[in-house]
């Protein structure tokens, strides 16, 4: 079984000025700069639906 700090969660990111999305994975990346506005995107949805295991 995998400890929690394992999972890799699939999550949407936003950027708060222009609207841009990105979807990550976390903990494996980290929440990214918009390359537009250089501003620290923030999270916009967690994507959990569809998993099919």
Excluded at 17 to 41: A, F, H, L, N, S
Aim: proline share 6%.
């Amino acid at each position: 079984m995998k400890n929690k700090k394992d999972k890799v969660e699939a999550v949407e990111v936003k950027c708060v000025k222009c609207g841009r999305t990105q979807i990550i994975y976390i903990p494996r990346e980290d929440i990214p700069k918009c390359p537009d506005c250089k501003v620290k995107m923030i999270i916009n949805e967690l994507l959990d639906e569809g998993k099919s295991y």
